[in-house]
Nanobody
Framework: QVQLVESGGGLVQLGGSLRLSCAAS????????MGWYRQAPGKQRELVAS???????NYANSVKGRFTISRDNAQNTVYLQMNGLKPDDTAVYYC????????????WGKGTLVTVSL
């Protein structure tokens, strides 16, 4: 059984910073891709950033240059450093951990709310 626990969300003003963490417990192998998605009210869930076991990263265009994803394989933890936050970044952020073959394992956290005020 795999469990993902996110933390670090909250309320921040325009231009502020937050750091999200996601700790994975259970049978997580270092080969799993780890990532963050977000879902704003009335919108579909979208990929924010992901990182492979080899450290290759991928970012949504809207967050490039502002957000940084990293992982600690020894701790089975993935982080999302968010700088220069904007009201459009307001959403529930979900951690995702996925086997390279998704059918072999694809897990989601319960989400953490990030609210950016003017």
């Amino acid at each position: 059984q795999v469990q993902l626990v996110e933390s670090g969300g909250g309320l921040v003003q325009l231009g502020g910073s937050l750091r999200l963490s996601c700790a994975a417990s259970g049978n997580i192998l270092s080969i799993y891709r780890m990532g963050w998605y977000r879902q704003a009210p009335g919108k579909q869930r979208e990929l924010v950033a992901s990182i492979t076991s080899g450290g290759n990263t991928n970012y949504a265009n809207s967050v490039k240059g502002r957000f940084t994803i990293s992982r600690d394989n020894a701790q089975n933890t993935v982080y999302l450093q968010m700088n220069g936050l904007k009201p459009d970044d307001t959403a529930v952020y979900y951690c995702n951990v996925r086997h390279p073959t998704a059918a072999l394992g694809n897990y989601w956290g319960k989400g953490t709310l990030v609210t950016v005020s003017l």
